[in-house]
């Protein structure tokens, strides 16, 4: 599984722009240190005309496909596809996303593993390389952006509404774009535990002794390397040491608190999930079920290690479909999936340009974190993303997983 209050649109903008104000794993490589939430309103606004995404786009793509979303669409639709991977339906409202996507173009868009990690995504493309169901284009959490890129396996395509998304949703040379971010957050099954978790330092607590589930595996998934990064931020680590986020989970396992099982919709649902660790966006959607069997569910994002991330989309490398994967970019950016990602408690890259246009309704931001929570994001480097990466691998084996 994976993602209220109505403030003033105005400040919810700046608040929401300025979240995406660092580089980050699905994010740009220039900052030496995170950026703050204030620095980013300026890059959302809507540039001039001097850079439009048509100009910027590389030209392999633009040749190939058009620079006009008419175009791509037509383009597309003489290709088939695209091949999708790793959205499931309850991620981020990637059901209605989908839906739309196919009712708009009349493309089948089937995604193949819809419960796959970020590191599945990318052995895909390797292991399909010349199949036509190879994916061609990716949905992958900031530490496997870089690998996606060093191993050659995505390709350069800025969409034609480049210049509305943040510097630090989109990579500069155009390899992914963050279509949407969220927040690490504690979901909570009222009905099969007392008292919900409020904090990170809560969960180490005796009275949640099996129930506390991480989404993942933070060597493979996105989910739950933030995981690990909001537990070292709660625990005295920095975006340049989370080794306390990882001793913080090598307690939890040596407790029994941390049960090691897949935070799926059929496992909330059963009930095997009391407690799940995973992105704000992930719990809207699946609520409503979760009450007509019977249980209460509620989400919390913890005060004691508050941390906010995105997920970076690609065209792939070689792809079968190109102008369909291209399209498919176009639309998750486009107003319509923007919209959609809202619906899910999803914040779009785009926010701010949607908000200016009177686009969001006070019933998606209530959806949303606070705008106060939201101000408090920052995002690492892409430095600091691959040392931390280097850590969760070197440490997570022998300090929680083999134990």
């Known amino acids: 599984m994976r993602k209220s209050l109505l403030v003033v649109p105005a400040l919810l903008s700046v608040a929401l722009v300025a979240a995406c104000s660092s580089s980050t794993g699905n994010e740009s490589t220039s900052a030496a240190a995170p950026t703050t939430a204030a620095s980013t309103a300026a890059s959302a606004a809507p540039a001039d005309a001097a850079s439009s995404?048509?100009?910027?786009?590389?030209?392999?793509?633009?040749?190939?496909?058009?620079?006009?979303v008419d175009e791509i669409a037509a383009a597309a639709t003489s290709e088939g596809g695209p091949n999708l991977i790793a959205l499931p339906d309850g991620w981020a409202n990637y059901a209605g996303i989908l839906a739309s996507f196919r009712d708009t173009y009349g493309l089948p868009a089937p995604v193949a593993n819809p419960d796959a990690s970020s590191a599945d995504e990318l052995t895909a493309i390797t292991t399909l390389q010349g199949q036509p169901d190879k994916p061609d284009a990716i949905d992958?959490?900031?530490?496997?952006?870089q690998q996606a890129i060093d191993q050659g396996l995505v390709q350069p395509y800025e969409t034609t509404n480049w210049s509305e998304i943040p510097d630090n949703l989109k990579d500069a040379a155009?390899?992914?774009?963050?279509?949407?971010?969220?927040?690490m957050s504690i979901g909570t099954n009222n009905t099969l535990v007392k008292d919900a978790p409020k904090t990170w330092a809560d969960l180490k607590k005796p009275?949640?002794?099996g129930?506390?589930?991480?989404?993942g595996d933070p060597r493979e998934a996105g989910a739950a390397f933030a995981g690990v990064v909001a537990a070292a931020l709660a625990n005295g680590g920095s975006y340049d040491d989370i080794m306390p986020g990882i001793q913080y989970f090598a307690d939890l396992k040596a407790s029994g608190n941390l049960q090691v099982i897949d935070v799926t919709e059929a496992a909330l649902l059963s009930g095997d999930v009391p407690i799940a660790l995973d992105w704000s966006y992930n719990f809207p959607g699946i609520e409503p079920k979760l009450k007509e069997a019977g249980f209460d569910f509620s989400t919390t994002i913890p005060s004691d290690g508050l941390y906010g991330s995105y997920y970076a989309q690609s065209v792939v490398s070689d792809a079968a479909h190109p102008c369909a994967a291209a399209l498919w970019l176009e639309h998750i950016t486009g107003d319509e999936g923007a919209l959609g990602y809202l619906d899910g408690g999803a914040i779009p890259a785009r926010?701010?340009?949607l908000d200016a246009e009177g686009k969001i309704t006070a019933d998606m931001k209530a959806n949303l974190p606070s705008a106060d929570e939201i101000a408090k994001i920052t995002f690492p480097t892409q430095a600091q993303i691959d040392a931390m990466k280097k850590q969760i691998t070197d440490n997570w084996g022998?300090?929680?997983?083999d134990k």
């Open 53 to 68: 995404a048509a100009a910027a786009t590389p030209a392999s793509l633009t040749e190939k496909c058009g620079s006009t």
């Open 140 to 145: 992958v959490g900031p530490s496997f952006t």
């Open 174 to 183: 155009g390899n992914w774009v963050g279509a949407y971010y969220g927040i």
């Open 207 to 209: 009275e949640y002794k």
């Open 211 to 215: 129930m506390v589930t991480l989404n």
């Open 351 to 353: 926010y701010a340009a």
């Open 398 to 401: 022998p300090m929680v997983a």
